[in-house]
Each structure stands twice: as structure tokens, then as C-alpha cells.
């Protein structure tokens, strides 16, 4: 989930500027990512107290970004994520997906199961890349594809971190259907399922999305966006025994991704 901005961050980030770097537009991306923390959409008033900047440079900044399609401003004269943020959104989490290939590719050959990665956009999980197992038995999920988080390992991977009322919001909006008889179907279960992944470090789907179906998730730490990475496999294959072996290779090849991603968002 995202996580909340002090007010100094504004400052923090002047002082941490490179040589050459435009405060004008790093003050503009650090009001979108705010937008983005507070639910997308805003006052004047709640990014001035937030950011630490005077409400004519917001005024300012924010006039820009809906003459360029990336704001829109409402009728109640607040301000929300504009339609522009979508493509820009699409593409970069199929690149996502592209940088993560090789390391699923690892989890394979490591593990022998298929390796998915998945984000949560809004309320939903979407896969953004997978590298399928070599056996004739293996799992398949399309790549974007929408899934509810309740039912799958990389939902409960990706939504450990979140405040508990944050995730009730979550479930209220989405609700909890039953995909199997081994679903969970209650904010009560889902939450201390949650609590088990911050225990163990890693998150199961035990034949909750898919009868015969057993899933292991970890999340990808410090990632841009929330994401998570998972083996999927026959039940009869991915065991209590194998998660022993799978669950420390799939935290090593969380922690690579994250490194790189890291990398690629420094300058150049």
C-alpha cells in the first residue's frame, strides 16, 4: 500500500536534488503521488498542509497538470488523478512485467513451478508477467487478468502491509465471494490470514482460488508500486514439505527485483 508523506518531504527531496534537477517538476510528481496516497482525489487545502507548499504554488502547479490531461479538477473544486495517468499507468506496468521475466524465469528452474508477478490496481489484483512451468501439469494464469485479493496468495502478500481498516474498506467495496469451499468469506478470516503472512513472511492460497491449486506469495519489498511475486502449482507437488525449499528462494528473488527496481529509478 502506499505510503504516507510528511510534510518536509518537499524539502527532504530539494536538499537530496542532483545537480540540473527542476524543482518545479519534482514539486508536480511528488503532488500526484500525494493525490495518489490520499485516494486520488484532493483539496488545495489538504496538499498545501501536506506538501509544506503555499497554496498559490499548488494553485499554480495543479493549473498545469489539468491543462495536460494528468489532473482534472471536480465540480466540488477538488482535484483528482486525471485520465492521461491511465496509459502512462499501462505501459509502465508492462515493463514492469518485462524487467520482472528473468527473475520469474529463476523461480522455474529454481522450483520447477510457474511464477507469476501481480499488482494491486485499485481494489483488484492484476497479473503483469508470468514464466510457466516446464510440466505437462502446470498452472496458467493469463497475463492481466483481474482477480478479487481475498482468494489468492499474491492478494494476501500484497495487502499484509495495509492498516486492518483499510483492508475491511477493501473487502466492504469488493465483497467476498466464494471461488471454492476453502475461500476465505469473512473480514475476520482475511485479516488473520494477513496477520500469518507477517509472521511467516510469505502468504498460501491452499485451493482457494482453484480446487487443487496451491500458491506461494511474497511481496516485493520497497517496490514503486505494491507488488508480489508467487509459484503456482498441483497441490500434490507444491507441499507442506516443498514450501520449506520454495518460500526461501522466492524471498531472494523478491529482494533481487527490488534491488532492481531501485536501480532503474535512480539517474543516470
Not at 508500486?225 to 524471498?251: D, F, H, K, N
Request: hydrophobic content about 40%.
Amino acid at each position: 500500500m502506499p505510503t504516507s508523506r510528511t510534510p518536509d518531504a518537499s524539502a527532504e527531496s530539494a536538499a537530496a536534488r542532483p545537480a540540473g534537477g527542476v524543482q518545479s517538476l519534482e514539486r508536480a510528481f511528488d503532488l500526484l503521488e500525494r493525490m495518489a496516497d490520499a485516494g486520488g482525489e484532493v483539496g488545495l487545502s489538504e496538499l498545501s498542509a501536506t506538501s509544506g507548499l503555499p497554496l498559490p504554488t499548488i494553485h499554480r502547479l495543479m493549473r498545469t497538470l489539468v491543462a495536460c490531461g494528468y489532473v482534472r479538477q471536480q465540480p466540488n473544486r477538488r482535484y483528482a488523478l486525471g485520465p492521461r495517468l491511465i496509459r502512462l499507468g499501462e505501459s509502465a506496468s508492462r515493463l514492469l512485467g518485462t524487467w520482472a521475466r528473468p527473475h520469474l524465469a529463476r523461480l522455474v528452474e529454481a522450483t520447477g513451478e510457474t511464477a507469476n508477478m501481480a499488482l494491486l490496481d485499485g481494489d483488484e489484483v492484476v497479473y503483469v508477467a508470468q514464466v510457466p512451468s516446464k510440466h505437462s501439469m502446470r498452472m496458467f494464469t493469463e497475463v492481466g487478468r483481474r482477480v478479487l485479493p481475498h482468494s489468492t496468495g499474491v492478494g494476501k502478500a500484497l495487502l499484509a502491509g495495509a492498516p486492518p481498516e483499510e483492508v475491511r474498506a477493501l473487502l466492504a467495496r469488493t465483497g467476498m465471494p466464494a471461488a471454492t469451499a476453502r475461500t476465505l468469506t469473512t473480514p475476520e478470516a482475511f485479516l488473520g490470514a494477513l496477520e500469518e503472512v507477517r509472521r511467516l513472511g510469505y502468504a498460501v492460497d491452499d485451493n482457494e482460488q482453484e480446487v487443487g491449486v496451491r500458491c506461494l506469495a511474497v511481496p516485493v519489498p520497497d517496490s514503486p508500486t505494491a507488488a508480489a511475486i508467487s509459484i503456482s502449482g498441483p497441490a500434490g507437488r507444491v507441499t507442506e514439505e516443498a514450501v520449506t525449499t520454495i518460500v526461501p528462494v522466492l524471498q531472494q528473488v523478491a529482494e533481487e527485483l527490488s534491488a532492481e527496481l531501485a536501480a532503474s529509478g535512480q539517474p543516470g
